[in-house]
């Protein structure tokens, strides 16, 4: 089954015991650059009953933006006019390559909270993120896919 094909299919799937499938699947696609993760991302969360799951719905949470290693919007909400907009409630974040799951892979490191977002390669567009969040039971999974160029990163 290709990689593509997979996210799909664990993107239907619901509930804890998708948790062990994530972290297989997680840990089977190769690390990034924290380089190749500049621009706009469209995103969206696994559902597995995280907490974070209900707060990005609650503040409308759509995606990433990174510009640069120490300048990334970790929260995109859409805006009243249907925009993609910065949201501030979480801040600002950093990019560095960090070691996770025994590969150093681009991490998202926010700059006021200790939460660390892991990404690995689906392809070159699509993304596999697990964020860990000190103090939870186990980490939310999400995924980001490359917003195409007519969608302006905020």
Sequence with gaps: MRDADELTELLA??????????FEFYDRLPALDPGSLRGAWEGGCFRTGHPGERQLETIG??????????DVDPI???????GRIVNPIMGKAS??????RGVTTATMI???HPIFDHFRRVDDDTILG??????D????FFYLRR?????DAP
């Design 147 to 151: 917003a195409p160029a007519a969608v």
């Design 137 to 140: 039971a186990f980490p939310l």
């Design 61 to 70: 949470w759509v995606g990433k933006a990174f510009h640069g290693d120490d």
């Design 13 to 22: 799937a619901e509930g804890e015991q998708v948790l062990a499938r994530l």
């Design 130 to 135: 697990v964020m860990d969040r000190k103090g």
């Design 76 to 82: 995109l909400s859409r805006g009243e006019d249907g």
């Design 110 to 112: 926010y700059d006021r």
């Design 95 to 100: 990019l560095r390559s960090v070691t996770y």
